[in-house]
């Protein structure tokens, strides 16, 4: 049991959810699916008074213009994944969503935006939304404001919210890129040890403009343009191991772990990425 | 020498509490809890529901998986007061009215899917799910189902036969449907 004289909060509109938190700052959280607060307080290793529960904030759209679709607070991956197919580029969010560990009882708990808020480098979310160049919409006292994913992930487990801020929704772009995921992990409960996001905007079928985002290898995602190892018809022009040798290269401070150390997420780094890239090339 | 856990010096009548009204195998109910207390608390210790098991209260085990608004959910991993007006199916409500299994257990029963029966609970409310959507799952559909869900006797292929034998009896309308997930009004 939680031991502490935990007050849970369901606010009705947004102001009240921001000033509730804004009064009380690193005593209150939000709580969103509650797959990874809950069991931290129950563990004790958070320490609450407050928590912010968004379910009465009507925040569990998931609405699309021919640009973007957005993804509010709410929406569970059990959501993501029963809504019809997400055009374009979107579509990487869907494919994510269908590897999230737990079963389907944590993709009907779970949410893009809590897991985005969490900012776990070992997670999902958080590379696939840098990938897709995400804006991510907060509220706060001083009203909303939006941020690109790049910007929003400052550090392991730490985003840019200000005091009394919280994540509100998503919006990922729908223009027709091709896009591949490529997930590995050791065990069908672990987290992912690394994730690589691959997103080609050619409609010609070439890697000009590729980039390949690295997740859970680094404390925050990695978005890497694969220019420098391109040939000017934009295929790859050098051999496997010297991509891997050039992708090792790109993360000078791995995420070390539990699950994994620092020097075999980036050795395994270079193979992820190319796994992503051949996915997204098969994806016509 | 372990870190103290933080722990409230409040005494127990300043913890936040509040009453719940809530739909329970298809009984409306009015509850007394305090806020802190996970749902599937609730549903042991004032409802005395006690087929919801606790074991990982971590999100990793299934034991308290519970239909929650239809879907099939993890209970400790819920604050209780985030259940507020909610439709619930325990174990305990899965049954036909009047007693026995429904088709789903019958087939756990006769193909041996539990040993102990800790993990009855996650096992049953995913396969509830997988054969709600189809009644001719792949095998690697059913082992998907259930991934969120331990079987500490490790059973797991008694388990994927159960679901495979439940889904062909179901599909053959010879036991009749997987009851309807949402309550009798």
Redesign the interface.
Known sequence: ????????H?PGDLEEAAALLAAHGERAAV?G???VL??S????E??LDH?V?L?RLGLDELSGTDQELRIGASVSY?DVLSAPPFPGAAQLLQVAAGGIT?????R??GTVCGSASYANPSSDMPGVLVALGAQMHLHGPEGGRTLPAGEFFVDAFRVAARRGELLVAVSVPTRPDRIGYYKFKLA??SWPIATASAVLPDPDGSLTGATVTLGAVSAVPLRLDLAPLLDGNGDLAVPAAEVDGWVAAQVPEPWDDELAPGDYRRTVAGVVLRRALQRAEENR | MTEA????T?PES???T?ELSLTVNGRPCRVVCQ????LV?VLREQLRLKGTHIGC????C?AC?VELDG????S????A??A?GSEIITLEGVGPDGGGLDPLQQAFWDNDGFQCGFCVP?QI??AR??LARTLEPSDAEIR??????ICRCTGYQTIIESVRAAAQAIGEGTEGLVPEVDTPA
């Not at chain 1, 737990?102 to 944590?106: E, H, K, T, V």
């Not at chain 2, 806020?35 to 996970?38: K, S």
């Not at chain 2, 400790?76 to 604050?79: D, E, Q, Y």
């Open positions: 049991m939680i031991r502490t004289a935990l007050r849970h369901a709580v699916g509650g797959t809950v069991p307080l129950t563990r004790g958070r320490d928590v529960d379910r059990a737990g079963g389907p009882q944590i009907n708990q069908e409960g | 856990l933080p722990t409230t409040a300043a913890i936040p509040r806020d802190r207390q996970l608390e209260l971590n999100g990793d299934g998986t879907k099939a959910i993890k400790c991993l819920v604050l007061p985030a507020e996650g409310f995913a799910q997988l998907e189902a259930v991934a969120g869900n």
